[in-house]
C-alpha cells in the first residue's frame, strides 16, 4: 500500500540494539558456511563427515534448500545490523509499528478509536502467570489494517484481534521506562486528532 509523502515530524522513534541483529547474524553465517562446506566444498576422502557422493539428489536439494536459506536470512540480518531500522516511529500525524520487520506503514492518529491498558498471555513474560501488560491500539476499523500485512500473516493477526480488542498490542516491557511517556504522547495526539 502506497502512502502519500506528506511533510511528518518525528516525535520518537525506537530501534532494536545492534548486538540482537549481530547475534542472530554470526550464528546464521556460521551454520550455512558449514553446511555449505560439508555439502559442496569438502575434499573427498575416507575421513570426510559427509561423503558428498554418497548424498542422493534430494539430499542435496534440501541441503541447497537450507543454504540458500542461511544465505538470505544472512543478508537480512546483515541489512538490519548495518542501517538498524526502527521498528516503533511516532509522528505528529500517526505511527508506524514493525514487529518483527513487517510494517503496514503509517496508522493515522485518526484511524485509532481508543489505547486501552490489558494484560494478555505472554511468551516472553518470564516464570509465574505468564501474563504481560500492554497497550492495545483499538482501531475503528481493524480489518482495514489487517488487510494491509502479506497475505501470510493475516491469519496470525486475524488471531490476536480474536484474543485481544486489538491486532496492535504495545508491551510495557518492550518499551521499558519509555512506555508511559510514549502512551501520554499518543494519547494526546488521539484527543487532538478527535478535535479536528
Same mark, same amino acid.
Given at each position: 500500500m502506497l502512502q502519500s509523502h506528506e511533510p511528518r515530524t518525528v516525535i520518537y522513534q525506537r530501534h532494536v540494539p545492534r548486538w540482537v541483529h549481530l547475534a542472530c547474524l554470526v550464528p546464521t553465517i556460521g551454520l550455512t558456511a558449514t553446511?555449505? @562446506?560439508?555439502v559442496f566444498l569438502q575434499p573427498p576422502g575416507d575421513d570426510a563427515l559427509i561423503r558428498a &557422493?554418497?548424498?542422493?539428489?534430494?539430499?542435496?536439494?534440501?541441503?541447497?534448500?537450507?543454504?540458500?536459506?542461511?544465505?538470505?536470512? *544472512?543478508?537480512?540480518?546483515?541489512?538490519?545490523?548495518?542501517?538498524?531500522?526502527?521498528?516503533?516511529?511516532?509522528?505528529?500525524?500517526?505511527?508506524?509499528?514493525?514487529?518483527?520487520?513487517? *510494517?503496514?506503514?503509517?496508522?493515522? @492518529?485518526? &484511524?485509532?478509536?481508543?489505547?486501552?491498558? &490489558?494484560?494478555?498471555?505472554?511468551?516472553? *513474560?518470564?516464570?509465574?502467570?505468564?501474563?504481560?501488560?500492554?497497550?492495545?491500539?483499538?482501531?475503528?476499523s481493524p480489518e482495514e489494517y489487517?488487510?494491509?500485512f502479506p497475505a501470510a500473516l493475516e491469519p496470525l493477526f486475524r488471531a490476536r484481534l480474536a484474543m485481544n480488542s486489538s491486532p496492535i498490542l504495545i508491551s510495557k516491557a518492550e518499551f521499558g521506562?519509555?512506555?508511559?511517556?510514549?502512551?501520554?504522547?499518543?494519547?494526546?495526539q488521539v484527543a487532538k486528532a478527535r478535535q479536528r
Open positions: 553446511m555449505f @562446506w560439508l &557422493e554418497e548424498i542422493d539428489p534430494t539430499g542435496r536439494f534440501i541441503f541447497g534448500f537450507f543454504v540458500l536459506a542461511g544465505f538470505f536470512l *544472512s543478508g537480512v540480518f546483515a541489512y538490519r545490523l548495518l542501517r538498524n531500522p526502527p521498528y516503533f516511529i511516532l509522528y505528529d500525524t500517526g505511527f508506524e509499528y514493525s514487529p518483527g520487520g513487517v *510494517s503496514t506503514g503509517l496508522i493515522r @492518529w485518526s &484511524e485509532v478509536a481508543e489505547l486501552r491498558d &490489558e494484560t494478555v498471555l505472554q511468551g516472553d *513474560s518470564g516464570p509465574g502467570s505468564g501474563r504481560g501488560a500492554v497497550t492495545a491500539v483499538v482501531l475503528h489487517i488487510a494491509r521506562r519509555d512506555h508511559d511517556t510514549l502512551l501520554a504522547i499518543m494519547r494526546e
